[in-house]
């Protein structure tokens, strides 16, 4: 197309000339992703909004809501519209936190909250650097993290992709996580804004607290690192905050975050919010994403019957066009790769940094006798839980990342010259082989559950005798789309596992041996009741694709565990301010009432701040 020598050009006119010379059809498809396929609902809708249902077995064979992306990156989440006669070119949006998830091989940094624990901002900000490495080598312009809302409960399913109960340590590490991704030049997105503290009912769930607690307790982390950072964009949340969407929400968006914070980035929904595109738009909901054609439509008939003021649009449209110079998509226009960063190469430094970054923020919960670190190489270990050999190394949604490996905790022993017992292992690889067969291969939205193995205690005694020490793994896998359970198996301890944890303690202690238990997870399950059996207790959290090196690198001592709980250990779940008030309140799944306020005394077994080390 011959261009028009006095066709205004981004970054070479002003944005108010660009946006004066786009047709109305333009305005609002860049103001709308470029997605346009409404059948890939996301998931399950509360019944105060107007969502189709969603089909029996959906879920099973949901692929992602990727599926039908088609811009130049495979596997991001969403694309934004280019107007090429204008000079304005399409930009890309990938997930985080834990590593860029696109279907290119990206690494997997440990979870956010072990970030968190390290309590090091400049760590943190070296792994924003690397996601941020990776972004500008496939492509993507923005990160979609970090996520940044209150751990306000453990059952919460996204505790893995937040960082702390606490926002003010929320505050610290996330600024430091964006400004670590934008000094290469792309853009982060804090997400979700805001009160977002559950998976269920999120898509419609109404938020109901005071004025002072949402400021104190639930904005306050978006505040500091709005201030402090100025990331490029924020994400709104699905929910409601005192009976307005968070899309929709003029207050939240418009009076406090660009009124009285100052952000000058712009505003995108959660992937396929959806009620009114007209009161997002209105509300300072820049960009809706990740785009359908009913949104167009209905933006572009609002246009014309006057419910839509195109001032509206021309203000957004600013918002989105400041940050669109920014991108890497449209100062280079167009070439991935500028810097000629070498991916073998920059995979194996971002490797080692994920396995540095998860030793350090490992949290040693307990250690009596000096039972870490493990002194001597050579020893025999009884290696127990399905944990030790199938270990998890992130959660699931759209957290997860397509990594290229990940390292499980007996190979790693097995390196370090540790000798686990033959024939416990072989019982525990055989049984996860065959669980596993039977079931849909691991993705995104799926990991295949595998039992534990119950040993008698004529077994741990023979155990106990035949090998130098013990080493259990509990775990707990949790992810986007849904909350924990307050059931056995989840955030209690089933009897199998209790038995476990006593039996061996007790087989163990008798032989003078000692017993570490380790802990992977995502976020708190009670351990009230067994924590006084093994010597030392070590939280790994999710560690990332180096997980079974780092979990080894603290254990021998190679790495002091540094860790401080970013979120407590409660003695018992009632203890949790938001017991009463989780996911709902007064039996009414529509609302939930954020009753605890602040400094609500907790009974706390570890409480925020807490870890040991050698
Ligand atoms: C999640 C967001 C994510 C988006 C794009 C949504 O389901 O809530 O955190 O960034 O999908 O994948």
Redesign the pocket.
Known sequence: MALDSCTPQLGRSSDERVIATMTREEKVRLLVGTCKDWNLV??PAPATIHRPPVPEGYWENYQG??ATMKGKVSGA??VSYAIPRLGVPEIV?A?GPVGL?IDSVCTAFPSTTLLAATRDTDLVYRVGKAIGEEMLYYGVDIL??P?INNMRNPLCGRNY?YMSSDPDIAADMAAAYVRGVQSMGVGA?I??FAANNQETYRNGIDVQVADSVLRGLYLRAFERVVKEAQPWTV?SS?NKVNGVYASENTYLLTDILRGEWGFDGFVMT???AEEDPVRMQQAGNDML??GTDMQIDTLLVALADGRLAEAVLDRNLLNVLRIIRRCPSFRNQGTTNPDGLCLQQMLKTHADLARSAAAKGMVLLKNDNGALPLNRAGQRVALLGKGSYDTYVGGT???RVSRAYAVMLNDALVQAGYTPDAAVTNLYTEHIRHSRSVQPEESTWYMPYVSELEWSRSELQDMARNNDLCIITLQRMAG?GGDRHLTEGDYYLTSVERSLIRDASEAFHKQGKPVVLLLNIGASVELTDVCAYPDAILLTWLPGQEAGHAITDVLTGIQQPQGKLPMPFYVRYEDVPSAANFPSSDGNPNIVIYREGFAQPERTLYPVGFGLTY
Do not use: I, Q, V
Request: aromatic share 14%; glycine share 14%; hydrophobic share 30%.
């Open positions: 996301p998931e809501n990727t989440a969403g949006f997930d998830r979609l993290a996520g992709e997105c997400k979700h994400m699905y959660d992937w396929w994403m990740p949604g759209s957290g986007e």
